[in-house]
């Protein structure tokens, strides 16, 4: 039995903790304060090489590893990469799956859906940024004498997670790109992680370069009546 796969352990109920006690006009107003913060999160592809302390990651990783997961199984980890050479090695694997990709593998329709963004095959903020932060999910969990156990819900709780890790790092100042390159097996490898780990995505983490830009395409988004019903 591990802390997350407890088998035969009953039903124990605490009181709800760290209940939230605001009025409506604060609800209401934190409700605003929060979108019009995290409206100001935008994706770069340029970053700077100014560090960032890992007590900050630290803090963010324990930011996304408060939510929610199927059963409670918690299906995800999290390789936060600073060294120079493996993000180097990162950087070298990734760009050869992207030239693949580029250059015969991907739909039409997939590149141009993608041409607006102005991506390409080369992806130096892979070595540029201070840190790249690998993130799998646990299709299966392992305990320690071999014995294995299911996890539910796998791809979504693991999103989840990455959306609090996007939204801490956000909020802490910081900027990222969530990368993913096709296919991303290689990363299994690099970060020496186990085949019951599926790499999700990078999250490559920091400061956009001073004469960073973004494309513009990405600043459409849909309004809240095109992906919203109320009933
Ligand atoms: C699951 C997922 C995969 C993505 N993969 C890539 C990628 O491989 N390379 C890239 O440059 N951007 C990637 N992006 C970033 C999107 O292009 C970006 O989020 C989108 O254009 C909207 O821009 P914004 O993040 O600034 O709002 C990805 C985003 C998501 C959610």
Redesign the pocket.
């Known amino acids: 039995m591990s802390r997350v796969f407890t088998p035969g352990v009953p039903f124990e109920p605490v009181p709800f903790p760290d209940r939230q006690t605001m009025d409506d006009r604060e609800i209401k107003e934190r409700s605003e304060i929060f979108y019009q913060n995290i409206r100001k999160?935008?994706?770069?592809?340029e970053f700077s090489d100014r560090p960032v302390d890992k007590c900050v990651i630290e803090n963010c990783l324990r930011s996304a590893g408060t939510a929610p997961s199927g059963a409670n199984h918690q299906p995800w980890h999290f390789c936060a990469v600073s060294d120079a050479g493996i993000k180097a090695e990162i950087q070298t694997a990734a760009e050869e799956e992207e030239r693949a990709f580029y250059g015969g593998k991907a739909a039409k329709e997939w590149l141009d859906a993608?041409a607006p963004?102005g991506?390409d095959t080369a992806?130096p903020f892979l070595s540029v940024a201070p840190w790249l932060i690998v993130i799998f999910a646990e299709r299966y969990g392992r305990l320690e004498n071999g014995q294995t156990y299911k996890n539910y819900y796998v791809n979504e709780s693991v999103g989840i997670a990455t959306g609090f890790l996007i939204n801490a790092l956000h909020s802490s100042g910081l900027a990222?790109?969530?990368?993913?390159?096709?296919p991303m097996k290689f990363l299994n490898r690099v970060c020496g992680r186990p085949d019951n780990e599926k790499p999700f995505?990078?999250l490559v983490t920091g400061h956009p370069a001073d004469d960073a830009v973004?494309?513009k395409?990405?600043?459409v988004?849909k309004n809240l009546n095109e992906f919203t019903s109320f009933l």
Request: charged share 20%.
């Open positions: 999160r935008h994706s770069t592809r993608l963004l991506t992806k990222t790109l969530t990368h993913t390159p096709n995505l990078i973004i494309p395409k990405s600043q988004k």
